[in-house]
């Protein structure tokens, strides 16, 4: 395939979707990442998207109006989540597939304070330059979280906390697959703060490997209409909104 057609590609894909990830791209089009890689920077070069880590956004949808911005299943869920969030609250945004995707529905709110330990958060809010931003330090892992001593966590406040979870279960709670995530969780989960959960929705009633917090102590479940309803029924019967 042609440069200019891998191109075109990519703009069709981050019209449909808002954002493109290197590694979704590289596998689709098959290509090396690098290559890939190449084609953003040319695209970033003629103002078509902005590069973060690990992939690139719209340069037109992260300077649009959120009704305006393309909404794919992980972007619904991304518009519900920012919907929940107050002005002038402080928001810790965990790792994950869905959570970088709230921030751009997070521009229009007033005066809040981001913490986060993932990387292509940190970088989408700092590129929007629209809310204060603090960063917790540690090494970088694959999901781009940066992780370190957990007692980092043992400072912090919030009033809202967003992480993502391998499953969410009325009788398993939350769960995940990623030792350091699980531990960071179970830190945030102790500080007293609204828990929100975004979830695909094919993990709506699973369990992931490491167990984290009971499931009634979840304040809100975002996820997508595709999930299925009866693990929704158990889990709004423990309180989960």
Same mark, same amino acid.
């Given at each position: 395939?042609?440069?200019?057609?891998?191109?075109?590609?990519?703009?069709?894909?981050?019209?449909?979707?808002?954002?493109? %990830?290197?590694? +979704?791209? !590289?596998?689709?089009?098959?290509? @090396?990442?690098? $290559?890939?890689?190449?084609?953003?920077?040319? =695209?970033?070069?003629?103002?078509?998207?902005?590069?973060?880590?690990?992939?690139?956004?719209?340069?037109?949808?992260?300077?649009?109006?959120?009704?305006?911005?393309?909404?794919?299943?992980?972007? %619904?869920?991304? +518009?519900? !989540?920012?919907?929940?969030?107050? @002005?002038?609250? $402080?928001?810790?945004?965990?790792?994950?597939? =869905?959570?970088?995707?709230?921030?751009?529905?997070?521009?229009?709110?007033?005066?809040?304070?981001?913490?986060?330990?993932?990387?292509?958060?940190?970088?989408?809010?700092?590129?929007?330059?629209?809310?204060?931003?603090?960063?917790?330090?540690?090494?970088?892992?694959?999901?781009?979280?940066?992780?370190?001593?957990?007692?980092?966590?043992?400072?912090?406040?919030?009033?809202?906390?967003?992480?993502?979870?391998?499953?969410?279960?009325?009788?398993?709670?939350?769960?995940?697959?990623?030792?350091?995530?699980?531990?960071?969780?179970?830190?945030?989960?102790?500080?007293?703060?609204?828990?929100?959960?975004?979830?695909?929705?094919?993990?709506?009633?699973?369990?992931?490997?490491?167990?984290?917090?009971?499931?009634?102590?979840?304040?809100?479940?975002?996820?997508?209409?595709?999930?299925?309803?009866?693990?929704?029924?158990?889990?709004?019967?423990?309180?989960?909104?």
């Amino acid at each position: 395939m042609l440069s200019n057609e891998r191109q075109q590609f990519i703009l069709q894909q981050l019209q449909k979707n808002g954002v493109v %990830r290197v590694s +979704e791209l !590289a596998s689709a089009l098959e290509v @090396n990442p690098v $290559t890939i890689r190449r084609d953003l920077a040319h =695209l970033e070069d003629q103002g078509h998207l902005s590069r973060v880590h690990g992939g690139a956004v719209s340069s037109v949808a992260s300077l649009s109006p959120i009704s305006e911005i393309p909404v794919s299943w992980k972007g %619904r869920i991304a +518009e519900a !989540a920012a919907k929940f969030i107050p @002005n002038q609250n $402080t928001v810790f945004i965990g790792p994950g597939e =869905l959570t970088p995707e709230v921030v751009p529905f997070l521009v229009q709110k007033e005066n809040l304070t981001i913490v986060t330990n993932a990387l292509d958060v940190a970088w989408t809010v700092k590129r929007l330059n629209s809310h204060t931003l603090h960063i917790i330090g540690g090494q970088v892992a694959e999901d781009c979280g940066i992780y370190g001593s957990q007692e980092a966590f043992t400072p912090l406040r919030a009033d809202w906390v967003i992480l993502e979870a391998a499953g969410l279960d009325a009788e398993s709670g939350v769960t995940h697959d990623h030792r350091d995530y699980a531990e960071m969780a179970r830190r945030l989960f102790g500080l007293g703060a609204q828990v929100m959960v975004l979830l695909s929705p094919r993990r709506v009633g699973r369990s992931g490997a490491l167990y984290i917090a009971p499931a009634d102590e979840v304040d809100v479940l975002v996820t997508g209409r595709e999930a299925p309803d009866p693990p929704l029924w158990y889990l709004s019967e423990l309180g989960v909104r």
